[in-house]
Structure formats: C-alpha cells, structure tokens
C-alpha cells in the first residue's frame, strides 16, 4: 500500500426534481452552488412512460418523484442558465430515453453549445425495468433496438456521452443477492452489445464498449458490497475481452455511478439512515480498483417522503466531506492482496458466472426476463423472511425499537410536499404550448418519426426535429407504441403455492375457516393503480397472501383504478389491497373508492400500502379505507392477518 499523488473525486451529485421544471431548476442551480459537481436528474412518471400530463394515468402522478417534462420548452426552463456544454448530467430515464437526449441536445444547441463536447449518461435501460422498476413501454426486442439506436447516434454525434448506464441498482432494490446483481446486470449489457455489434464497423465496436456505464447499488453489508464490485471490474474484463475479443484495456474500464441502497432505508428512527448512507458508500469509495465515477446519495428521510434541500445538502456534505477532508484518495488500492477480500470476490464471481452459464442456455437476457423475474421475487420474499424471523437484525424496526423522537422530524413533518395545485399549473402550461406551436411543423415532424419507426431507420434524428418542432412526450411515445406495441412485464407471482409455508399453519388455518364461511376461497385483489412502477411490495403481500391459501388476484403494475373496480367485480373479490409509493395515494384512492361505491362494492375492504404520511393516512381511513401501511408495517403475517379478519363473515356482522 503507497502513497501516491491524489487522485480526483468522484462526481458529486444528487438525484432530484419534483415540481415543476422552474423549481427543479432552482433546486440544481442551489446545488450546483454547494459544490455538487454534476446533475441527476429525476423525472416523474408520466415522462418516464411516456405520457403528457393531461393524461387519464397521469392523474395524481405530475411532478411527485421528478420533474415532468412534456415538451421542449419544458426542457429549456429545466436547464436555464445551466451551461450543458460545462456540465455532466445523468437523467434517469428508460423507455423514453432517445426523446428525452433529444430535448437535451435540442436545448444544448440553442445555448450555442458544441454538441460533441456534451457530457452525460441516459440510464436506457429496459431490461431491468421489465424486472423491477416498472416504466417500460414496449416489447424488449424493440426497446433493445432504440437503446441501440441511441448509442449509434451518440458515438457518431455526442461521444462524450453515455448512451445506456446497465442498471443493477433497482435489481437490488428488488431483492437481488449479489451474485443475481452481478449476473442479471452483465446479461443485460451483453444482450446490448449484441445488438450494437453489427451496428459499427468491427474496428470500431471496442470504442463502443468503452461507452457503456453502470449504475449500481451498494447495501449495508458493505464488505460484500465492495467484493462484489471488485468482482463486477474483473467479470466485466472477462467479458470484453472473452466474448468480444476487446484488446484495450482503456475500452474494457469498468465505468460506474451509484447510488446507495435505498431498500434498507427504515422509517422507524429514520435519523439511523445517516448512519446507513455513510458506510453504504464506503463499499463504492474505499477501493481504488472498483471506485464509482459518480456517487449520489439517498437522504435520511426517504423512506418518509420527498427530501427537502437541506436533506439532499446533508447527504451531499457527507460525500465532500469525504472526498476533501479525509485521505482516501492519496493512496492506492487498500484491498490489493487482502486474502479475505480476494477469496470472497472469487465466490461472488464463481456464482455470477453459474448464473450467466444459466441464463445463457436459456437464450441470454431477453429470453430470461420471466425467469429472472421469478427468481427476484423469491429473493425478495427470502430477504424479508428473514427480517420477520430475526435472523436480520435491522436497528430500530426488529431490536432496540424503543427511542426518543426524532428532533429533524420538524413542524413539517419532516419531508417536501408537492403542492396538488402544480399538476393544473402543469397542464395548463401544456395546453398553452400545444395552441402556439406550428401544427404543421408538428404533423410532418410525427410523420418522419413515424416512417423511421416503420422502416426500421434510427429514431434519433426524426427525434431530435420533432422536439425542435414542438412534438409532446405524449405525442412521441404514442408514435412508438403504435410501431412497436406495448408490454405488460411478468409478475414474478404465480399462483402455486411456495414452499415459503413454515410458520404460516394458523393463518392458513383461518383462511381455510373464513373460505368455508364465506362459501369459496378468499378471495384477495392487489392493485397498483397509476404510473408507480415499484412493486416489491404488492409483489411480497401477493406472494405471502398466496402462501396463506388465498385465492390471489394481481396483474401487475400500471393500472387505472377504473381497470381495478372492473377486475374486482369480475373476481368477486373479498378484499382489494392497493400499492402506492409514488405519493399519489390520495387522489387514486378517492377515483378507486368513488368507482366502487358507484357500482356498488362500498362494503368491501380497501386497504392501502406505500409511503403514506400519518396525516394522509388519516384522511384515508376517513374517506373509507379500512388499513393503511406504510414500511414500517415488515410484519407481513399480521397483514395477512388483517385481511383474514376484513373478510370474516361473523367480524364484519359482529361489527
């Protein structure tokens, strides 16, 4: 171990947005102040599924978890008096990547900036929102070909620029072990390369390798978490140079951005999450060989709701503090020859590489998106298990629960709120550029992105006129959908039962009872109603619900609550549950419980889960709901137990 001259720090960033594009752009103008040395942008969930903000499933969803952006202008107001030529901006955007890189270039181009020169990263990629995040919009085989088209244009136009950040992060926050991150994200990025190779000339291709990122998780067992990303630089190597014969080393770097775990994130005590936060990155910091490129942190008070800016300026001094205080970064790998990290990191890519073995005899990582998602969700459940048993000591939630309120938890419950009157700003904003633009400038603009579509051609350059043209979000996904069709991603949750049962005997006993009361088999719906595409949850009470002998119903994400009544009456459900982590819980609960009792059904239980602030979840048991919980509700058996009891004949006339 030698001292050495003192490397650079990593990108210092916080991922954010909410509101509108002008409070955003307040919001990174401030951080950029602060010493925060790139941006990370957060867009709500109409703009990562494609949707404009007037848009039935957009109800309840502008601007909660990002900044929506429907258009150019919206765009423009986003980065005003931001330089984009100076500045590196990561977006986490997906299904709507080459729309949204195509604003950007648009916006950067009327700053006057050289296009070339612009720094960056689109997340885009689709396969592990197929697995867990959710904001997909079409089949996998052609959201593989726009991924690839952005990173054709990208390497011709914008070469400084990432075009696709393989995203191991939400793999994790599915319930991924380390050996399923590492394998189930190096099978994405191979099935991307696959898809490029014939894309450039061969002489070209390692350059093209040399550009694609990722972007990972680190978690609190943070000496696994380091081994597993010194495990990612040497599988990755592997790969470029085994597969794709790359003889660069420079083209086979392991380029990487984190952010840390947000899963482990505990609203119990949630002044511990400092604490969790700080050695989470640790695990991406301390080793030279597999240090980030980026590092943005979750604040302390996420598991409660939206941090406000002093929150995001906690997590960020956290990181300079780091960075500039303390000498990490005058010294060499600290790891090198260490024979416990050098025998766990040979472990963590022994099982990567069984498990890459596997997904290859099966066709790769499209042909697998069923399996891996199955395989999530058990990881999920076994995770949980866990807690609930003990066996995983989480400080405050399982041992030493009792403690002194939180003092940061201040008169504003310690969380932003996005005001409601900011979606009819929105939309308002929307209709007044839709009636000043040339509408037929935008016709002959949708026209060309549509016969680019259709003929197979690079969705870039049509892209990149239509935004100029005035083209909405809306309108440019709509024209990919209708090319391309659209997706509803596997559950992970079939409807045999697990052997996950030990411990279950009473409960299953109950549902037996309450089933022979009622005449059939409890019947239980799960709903996820709106844009929210975070469904571990409703995944876990669903899989648990199952193990307990319901008779479980659960399509999966994106629904409207119009398509929850329906299936509700169709199934004759006992009880519907819904799963809302996107803040939107009060408006989609009201349509929901409106809809019900207007066809009848206000005598069955509703019950609500998400991030739901206790005021909120007081105006929902007063609008009609029967439970709300929020994540400190681990205890899944006593959920099952609640809905049992909602069920019961002889309760509810008891009542």
Not at 446 to 467: D, Q
Request: glycine share 8%; with cysteine.
């Amino acid at each position: 171990m030698t001292q050495t001259q003192k490397d650079r720090p990593w990108l210092i960033r916080t991922y954010a947005g909410h509101s509108t594009a002008k409070a955003s752009n307040a919001l990174y103008r401030s951080n950029l102040a602060k010493g925060q040395t790139g941006l990370s942008v957060a867009f709500d969930l109409p703009t990562q599924t494609g949707y404009d903000s007037d848009h039935v499933l957009a109800r309840g969803e502008v601007g909660k978890v990002g900044v929506p952006v429907s258009h150019l202008g919206d765009m423009r107001t986003l980065f005003d008096q931001i330089p984009l030529e100076q500045m590196n901006t990561s977006m986490t955007i997906n299904a709507t990547a080459p729309w949204l890189l195509s604003l950007y270039i648009a916006v950067a181009e009327e700053q006057g900036a050289d296009i070339s020169k612009l720094q960056g990263t689109v997340q885009n990629d689709l396969i592990k929102e197929y697995l867990s995040r959710g904001t997909y919009v079409c089949p996998p085989k052609p959201s593989l070909k726009m991924i690839a088209d952005v990173a054709e244009y990208c390497y011709t136009n914008v070469p400084k620029w990432n075009p696709m950040n393989v995203c191991s992060y939400h793999l994790q926050e599915a319930g991924a072990t380390p050996e399923q991150e590492l394998a189930f994200a190096l099978a994405t990025a191979i099935a991307v390369l696959d898809e490029l190779r014939p894309r450039v000339p061969a002489e070209d291709f390692p350059a093209l390798c040399g550009r694609i990122s990722f972007f990972v998780n680190a978690g609190i067992r943070f000496v696994t978490e380091m081994c597993k990303m010194r495990a990612f630089v040497d599988l990755w190597d592997e790969i470029l140079v085994e597969r794709y014969g790359v003889t660069d080393p420079k083209s086979r770097r392991f380029r990487y951005g984190v952010q840390v775990n947000s899963l482990g994130l505990t609203e119990q005590q949630p002044e511990n999450n400092v604490y969790r936060i700080l050695i989470e990155m640790l695990a991406v910091t301390l080793s030279k060989k597999a240090r980030a490129r980026a590092v943005q942190l979750p604040a302390w008070n996420e598991a409660l709701g939206l941090p406000r800016p002093w929150d995001q300026q906690w997590s960020m001094r956290m990181q300079q503090i780091l960075a500039y205080e303390t000498d990490l970064l005058e010294f060499d790998d600290l790891f090198d020859g260490n024979p416990a990290v050098d025998a766990k990191v040979e472990e963590l890519k022994d099982g990567a590489r069984a498990e890459l073995a596997n997904l290859d005899s099966m066709g790769g990582a499209v042909a697998s998106i069923e399996y891996m998602k199955s395989r999530l969700v058990d990881s999920n459940a076994e995770r949980l298990n866990r807690i609930e048993r003990n066996e995983t000591v989480v400080v405050g939630v399982n041992k030493w629960t009792q403690g002194e309120p939180s003092p940061l938890q201040t008169e504003d419950g310690g969380i932003m709120v996005v005001d409601p009157a900011v979606e009819q700003e929105q939309i308002g904003r929307l209709n007044e550029w839709r009636s000043q633009r040339d509408d037929a400038a935008v016709t002959a603009a949708l026209a060309a992105l549509r016969e680019a579509a259709r003929t197979g051609a690079n969705v870039m350059e049509p892209s990149i006129a239509a935004a100029k043209a005035g083209v909405t979000t809306g309108e440019w996904a709509e024209e990919m959908r209708k090319a391309y069709g659209t997706y509803r991603g596997p559950t992970g949750v079939s409807g045999s039962v697990s052997n996950k049962t030990e411990g279950l005997d009473d409960i299953r006993t109950r549902v037996d009872a309450v089933s022979d009361q009622l005449g059939r088999r409890l019947k239980f719906l799960v709903g996820k109603p709106g844009l929210d595409g975070h469904s571990n949850g409703a995944e876990q009470i669903a899989f648990r619900a199952r193990d307990c002998g319901m008779d479980i119903s659960y399509e999966g994400i994106r629904l409207t609550p119009e398509e929850i009544v329906t299936a509700a009456i169709d199934d004759e459900a006992h009880v519907i549950g819904l799963s809302i982590l996107s803040g939107s819980h009060l408006p989609l609960v009201e349509d929901v419980l409106i809809r019900m009792k207007a066809v009848g059904l206000q005598n069955v239980p509703l019950i609500v889960g998400g991030i739901i602030p206790d005021e909120d979840a007081e105006k929902l048991k007063s609008m009609g709901v029967s439970k709300v919980y929020t994540p400190k509700d681990f205890e899944l058996n006593t959920i099952m137990t609640d809905i049992v009891s909602l069920a019961d004949p002889r309760d509810i006339a008891a009542e």
